[in-house]
Structure formats: structure tokens, C-alpha cells
């Protein structure tokens, strides 16, 4: 049994050092900076997708809202840019200068109060994962407390991105609107528009990923990690054995919120703008999938999910532009049906078991090899005395 639990350990260390080979080498040395920077937006998507797989997969529950907290966390960052892009110099010819222009548009004179803490990137960054975080526990703590879970839940989180989408449409002038927060140039005086840039924020968001990833596999390993898998399977008996079920339950909903909160951050990074488009239902459900195709209960399969979807996604825009949401939808349902398990059960249903017979038959061989010198031995030593 230690055999195996080492082997599977080492299973779990090679396939993130695979996932970090490509990430970190492959991709940079064959593909040109316009597809790196695709490949780094498909990654903050990522973020969701891991968090999903320690909600979904180890919590069990079903989360049809992150979108949510991966706008609020791209939101936070698009604050603290377009602050910085408004200074009175660059926004002079408005009506009022050093405000947003969408503000001025909408003949706003002063700054928002809740605009005021993002000039300050320390705080800032401390809001793209604390503001996720803290929607999540109003929001968890208000359902999983009255035993709200399930399907239930579910709805009440599409409920949650539906009104925050026409919120942040609704209030333009504090907002953006539609929109949203554009023409974002500059971070602390850094062009994050040129090729370098895009570089650095690549690797940037490879290794938080990674980093996201090694804490993810590290709580899975831990008691909290068992308490989750059985509070998925068996809820109740938990809940007899004494634990506090629903605390366990906001933990998870507030660590896949504070990892799609990064993911946003970075996005907005990479892309130089943020809208409400990335917030609602429609977004939401496809980082459902994502975690879906890639194997709920792989971390590292729901990257590789991520990208298999997104680039899926360009791949067929750009080639089949009258037809590509039907590939879309044939190449999930395909996947899906093919391998109910995701991408990670390719390897746990077909692969792991050949090589655990390939195994068993090796060492059944060298067991035989090693005892028949012993037999042929003993047979000489009795034809001899015979």
C-alpha cells in the first residue's frame, strides 16, 4: 500500500512537471508572442478552472457563478490602471481632469469614494483576492449555514452573476458600463502593451498558476483535504462525527473565489481591459466546463481542459467562422461522452491500469527468473544422491 501511495505521489509531481515543461519551455520556444499572449488569457481562465476541481471535485459542490469573482478580481486590477492612465496631465482636455473618461462622460465631477483605495497597488492587489473572497463568504455563509446546497445553491450563484452583470452595466458613470474599464496602458509606469511585457506577464502567470496548483495538491494531501472528499460523499456523517460542515463548505467556495479573483487580475493584465461580458451566466458555465473536460478531480487536468477548450475555440472561429459554436458543442459533448471522467480519466480508466499490470507482470517474471536457479539446484542435488 506505501508502494502505491509513493507511486501515485510521484505520478502526481511528474504530470506537474510535464504541464510546467510545456508552460515554461515548449510553448515560449514554437509559438510566436501574438499566440503566447492567447495562451496566456487561456491560462487565468486556468485559475477558475483549479478552483473548480477543489470546489466541484473535493467540496462536491457545484458552482455556476465564478465568473463572478473572476470579474470582481479583473475589475479591482482595471481600477488601479485606469486611476493610473486618468492623471490630470494625460486627461486634460475633459471636462473634469484626473478622473476616468467614462466618469466624465457621464458628467461625474469627483472620484468615487469606492474608487480611492485602488490608486494604491498594495491595496489593490490585496482587493483582487479579498473582495472575491468576501462576496464568497456573504454569499456561502448566508446559504451553506441554512444547509442551501446543491442544485439549489447552483441557481442561487447564476442568480448572483445575473445581477451583478446588470449592476456593473446599470451604474456606467462608476462602472464603465457595457464597456467596461479600456485602454489600459500602463502598471506603475510600465507599458504592459509591448512584447516584452506580454512576456514577462506570461511566465508571470505560469508561475502563479503552478504555485496555485502545488497549494491546491498540498491541501488535497492534508486532513482538510480527506474532510473534503468525505463531506462530498457523505455528508451527514460528517456532520454526526462532530465537524462543522458548512465552515468546511465556505472554505472551499472562498478559495476557488480568491483563485479566480487572480485570474482576472491577470487577465485584465494581459488583455489591458475588463467588462461585464466575462462576468454573467454564459462565461461561468464555460469555466464549468473547462473543469469538466479537463477531470473534476485533476488539478492538473483542468488546465490542460482550459486550453484544449479555448484553443478549440480560436481554432474553430478562425477556420469555420459560420459554424464554429456547433464544433464547440460537438467537441464537449465528444469528450464528455467519450470520457466521462475528463481528460485525467484517459489516464486513471486506460493508461495507469496497463502499466500497473505491465508492472505485475515484470516482477511475476523476475520472481520465476530468481527461483529457478534455486529449483534447478535442488533438482541436480537430489538426482545426485539418488
Known sequence: ????????????????????????????????????NLIGKYLCYAFVAVGLVML????????????????????AMAMFLKLEASDPEATKIQST?????????NQITELPWIWLPFKSLPLALIAVILVPMALAWLVSYAMFKRRVSGVYFAIITQAVALILTVLIIGQQGY???????TDLKTLLGWDIRTDEAKHILYFVCCALLI????LCRWIQTSKLGTLLLAMRDKEDRVRFSGYDVAS???????????????????????????????????????????AAVGGRMSLV?????????????????????DA?????????????????????????EHIKPRLFRRRAATAVAKAEADSAPATTARDAKEGSAA
Do not use: H
Open 248 to 290: 468546511f463548505q465556505i472554505f472551499a467556495f472562498c478559495l476557488a473565489a480568491a483563485l479566480s479573483g487572480i485570474g482576472g487580475a491577470l487577465f485584465t493584465l494581459q488583455v489591458g481591459f475588463m467588462s461585464p461580458s466575462f462576468v454573467g451566466i454564459v462565461p461561468s458555465i464555460e469555466m464549468v466546463i473547462y
Open 1 to 36: 500500500m506505501n508502494a502505491i501511495k509513493q507511486w501515485i505521489g510521484r505520478y502526481q509531481l511528474v504530470s506537474l512537471l510535464i504541464l510546467s515543461a510545456l508552460l515554461l519551455l515548449v510553448l515560449p520556444m514554437t509559438l510566436d508572442i501574438f499566440r503566447l
Open 324 to 348: 464554429w459554436l456547433f464544433l464547440m458543442a460537438a467537441l464537449f459533448i465528444g469528450v464528455t461522452m467519450a470520457f466521462p471522467m475528463g481528460l485525467a480519466g484517459v489516464w486513471e
Open 97 to 105: 481632469p484626473g478622473i476616468p473618461d467614462f466618469m466624465d462622460w
Open 175 to 181: 462602472t464603465g458600463g457595457v464597456n467596461g474599464i
Open 56 to 75: 466541484w471535485g473535493y467540496g462536491g459542490i457545484l458552482s455556476l457563478g465564478q465568473g463572478v469573482f473572476f470579474g470582481l478580481g479583473g475589475y
Open 301 to 321: 487536468g483542468a488546465v490542460y481542459g482550459t486550453l484544449l477548450i479555448n484553443a478549440g475555440k480560436t481554432a474553430f472561429s478562425e477556420s469555420f467562422p
Open 211 to 214: 504555485g496555485a496548483i502545488v
